[in-house]
C-alpha cells in the first residue's frame, strides 16, 4: 500500500510561471511531512518539515502547507534554478519506536522551469 | 556545521565482486545514520539504519550489509553483487534530540554492476 503518493510525475513551467506539487499521504497519524529537493546525480537537500494541518513554511520562492491528507509546495513565479525533482517524505507515528524512524518518501516530482 | 561525506562517488564493478561504500559524518555526535537505495524511477528505499556503533537494523533482505565501526563513520557492503545491485545509494543522517527525525543526505555514490 502507497504511503504517499506525489503529483504530478513531472511539471514543465514557464519562467514566472507560478504552480503547485502535491503530496498526499495515507498513514494514520503523522509524527511530520517533509519536502526535499534533489538535483540531478545529487542527494536530497532538506526544505521544510511541517508537523500539524494548517501549518504553513516558507523559503525564497517555496512555500509548503499540509492539511490532514496532504501537503502543497507552492512555487511562485519560478526561475530556472527551480528545476529539481522535488521529493516528499512522511514519518508516521505508528512506526516510531525507540530503535526505528522509518521514512515513507514519494517517488518525486521533476519540475523543469523554462527560460 | 556539520558535513556528510560519502566514498566514492561514482563505481563501476562485475557481477560478483566485493562492495566497500563508505559514510562518514561530521560536526554532530551520536547521530543516527542511514543507507538508502535510489532506483531510477522510484522512491528511495531505506536498506539499513542505526542508532549507536555497532547497532544495525535492516529492513530489507538482500545481499548487502552494513556496519558502523565508529560513532560516525557507516559502511555498506557486500560480499558478491547482484546487477540488481545496480542504482544510487545515499548515507543520510540524524540527530536524537529533534523529533520527528529530519534526515540530511550525503551526495551519494552511483553504483553500477555489470
Known amino acids: 500500500e502507497d504511503q504517499v503518493t506525489q503529483s504530478p510525475e513531472a511539471l514543465r513551467l514557464q519562467e514566472g510561471e507560478s504552480s503547485s506539487l502535491n503530496c498526499s499521504y495515507t498513514?494514520?497519524?503523522?509524527?511530520?511531512l517533509f519536502w526535499y529537493r534533489q538535483d540531478p546525480g545529487k542527494g536530497p537537500e532538506f526544505l521544510f518539515t511541517?508537523?500539524?494541518a494548517g501549518e504553513e513554511k516558507e523559503k525564497e520562492r517555496l512555500k509548503a502547507t499540509l492539511t490532514k491528507k496532504e501537503s502543497f509546495l507552492h512555487i511562485t513565479a519560478p526561475k530556472p534554478e527551480d528545476s529539481a525533482t522535488y521529493l516528499c517524505a512522511v514519518q508516521a507515528k505508528e512506526n516510531y519506536t525507540i530503535t526505528g524512524n522509518q521514512f515513507y518518501f514519494g517517488t518525486g516530482t521533476s519540475l523543469t522551469v523554462i527560460p | 556545521s556539520q558535513t556528510i561525506h560519502q566514498w566514492p562517488a561514482t563505481l563501476v564493478q562485475p557481477v560478483g565482486s566485493p562492495l566497500s561504500l563508505e559514510c562518514t559524518v561530521e560536526g554532530t555526535s551520536n547521530p543516527n545514520l542511514y543507507w538508502y537505495r535510489q532506483a531510477a524511477g522510484r522512491g528511495l528505499q531505506l536498506l539499513f539504519y542505526?542508532?549507536?556503533?555497532?547497532?544495525i537494523s535492516s529492513e530489507v533482505p538482500q545481499n548487502l550489509s552494513a556496519s558502523r565501526p565508529q560513532d560516525r563513520q557507516f559502511i555498506l557492503s557486500s560480499k558478491k553483487l547482484l546487477l540488481s545491485d545496480s542504482g544510487f545509494y545515499l548515507c543520510?543522517?540524524?540527530?536524537?534530540?529533534?523529533?520527528?527525525?529530519?534526515?540530511?543526505f550525503g551526495p551519494g555514490t552511483r553504483l553500477t554492476v555489470t
Open positions: 511541517l508537523y500539524s
Open positions: 542505526s542508532v549507536g556503533i555497532g547497532q
Open positions: 543520510a543522517w540524524s540527530l536524537k534530540q529533534i523529533k520527528p527525525y529530519e534526515q540530511y
Open positions: 498513514v494514520s497519524g503523522l509524527r511530520g
